[in-house]
C-alpha cells in the first residue's frame, strides 16, 4: 500500500520553483510578490497563512501580509484589493477564505484582478478551465492532479468518484480529471445509495468535511483513495476518510495532515511564480 505523502510531493515543487526564481531574477529585476489577504482572527485560517508565508520565504517570494479587523468593510476591502490590483511589485492575491459573515465572498473575489488571481477563483480563471484554456488553477485540485502524477497514478480511463461539489474543490477537479480523459462521477449530498458508486470507482476523491464519512466498505481492493478534508475533533485532526480501516485495501491512500495540504500551498507558489513571469515578459 502506497502513502501518497504530499510533504514530499510539494518539497520537490517548492525546490524547483526556488531554481526558477533564482534562475530569473537577473530578467525580472526584483523577485515575485504575494499579497496575503487575512480579514479577522479565525483560528484555522491564521495557521494557514503563516504555513503560506513560511513557503513563500523557503523559495525566494515576498509575501506581504495584509492582517484586517473582522469589522472591515467592504468599501474598505475593496480598496485594499485595487490598490494590490496596481501594485507592480505583486503578481498574486491571495483572499484568504472564509470571510466574516458580513462581507460578500464571491464579490471580493470578483475585485481581484484575474491576472494576479493566484488562487484559481475569479470566474474568469474557472471559466478558462471549463473550456480548457490555460489560465490559473484552483489550488486544492491542482495540488490533488500535481500528487498524482508525482507517484505515477494514471487516470485516464478510470473510473473516478468525487464526494463533494464545492466550487473550491468538487467541481473544479471534476473538469481536471475530464481534461486527463477520466471518467468522472461527482456525488453530493442528495445522490442516492452513494456506497454503489464508490464502490465501483478506480479513484476515490473525498471532500464533504465529515470525519470517518468514506468507510472501509465502501472502497473497492486497490482503489486509490484521496482525502481532502481537513477535520478537527478531540483526536486531533483527521480526514473525511477512515484511514486506518482503508489502508488494508486501498493501493494507494492520502494521510490527513501531511497529504493533500501541502500540496495547496505548492500550486499557490507555483501559481504566483507564473504570475511573475507572465507580468515581466508582457508588461502592463
Known amino acids: 500500500m502506497l502513502i501518497l505523502d504530499g510533504k514530499t510531493a510539494a518539497s520537490s515543487i517548492r525546490s524547483r520553483l526556488k531554481q526558477e526564481i533564482t534562475n530569473f531574477l537577473p530578467v525580472a529585476g526584483r523577485p515575485p510578490g504575494l499579497a496575503v489577504i487575512l480579514v479577522g482572527d479565525d483560528p484555522a485560517s491564521a495557521v494557514y497563512v503563516r504555513n503560506k508565508e513560511k513557503s513563500c520565504l523557503e523559495v525566494g517570494i515576498i509575501s506581504q501580509g495584509q492582517r484586517l479587523s473582522g469589522k472591515t468593510s467592504m468599501n474598505e476591502l475593496e480598496g485594499l484589493i485595487s490598490n494590490l490590483?496596481?501594485?507592480?511589485?505583486?503578481?498574486?492575491?491571495?483572499?484568504?477564505?472564509?470571510?466574516?459573515?458580513?462581507?460578500?465572498?464571491?464579490?471580493?473575489?470578483?475585485?481581484?484582478?484575474?491576472?494576479?488571481?493566484?488562487?484559481?477563483?475569479?470566474?474568469?480563471?474557472?471559466?478558462?478551465?471549463?473550456?480548457?484554456l490555460p489560465g490559473f488553477?484552483?489550488?486544492?485540485?491542482?495540488?490533488?492532479?500535481?500528487?498524482?502524477?508525482?507517484?505515477?497514478?494514471?487516470?485516464?480511463?478510470?473510473?473516478?468518484v468525487i464526494i463533494g461539489r464545492s466550487n473550491i474543490v468538487g467541481k473544479p477537479l471534476a473538469l481536471m480529471l475530464l481534461a486527463e480523459n477520466a471518467t468522472v462521477t461527482v456525488c453530493h449530498s442528495r445522490t442516492s445509495d452513494l456506497k454503489a458508486h464508490v464502490q465501483r470507482a478506480d479513484f476515490v476523491f473525498a471532500a464533504v468535511g465529515r470525519p470517518g464519512f468514506i468507510t472501509a466498505d465502501m472502497v473497492k481492493p486497490g482503489a486509490v483513495v484521496v482525502d481532502v478534508g481537513i477535520?478537527?475533533?478531540?483526536?486531533?485532526?483527521?480526514?473525511?476518510?477512515?484511514?486506518?480501516?482503508?489502508?488494508?485495501?486501498?493501493?494507494?491512500?492520502?494521510?490527513?495532515?501531511?497529504?493533500?495540504?501541502p500540496m495547496t500551498i505548492a500550486m499557490l507558489l507555483e501559481n504566483t511564480v507564473a504570475s511573475w513571469k507572465n507580468s515581466v515578459q508582457s508588461p502592463g
Open 137 to 160: 488553477r484552483s489550488c486544492t485540485p491542482a495540488g490533488i492532479m500535481a500528487l498524482l502524477r508525482y507517484y505515477r497514478l494514471e487516470v485516464s480511463g478510470k473510473d473516478c
Open 85 to 132: 490590483n496596481s501594485d507592480e511589485k505583486i503578481d498574486g492575491i491571495l483572499l484568504q477564505l472564509p470571510l466574516p459573515q458580513h462581507l460578500d465572498s464571491q464579490q471580493c473575489l470578483e475585485w481581484i484582478n484575474p491576472g494576479k488571481d493566484v488562487d484559481g477563483f475569479h470566474p474568469q480563471s474557472v471559466g478558462k478551465l471549463t473550456l480548457g
Open 231 to 261: 477535520n478537527r475533533t478531540e483526536h486531533g485532526l483527521v480526514g473525511d476518510c477512515d484511514y486506518q480501516g482503508i489502508r488494508e485495501k486501498a493501493l494507494a491512500v492520502t494521510p490527513v495532515p501531511g497529504g493533500v495540504g
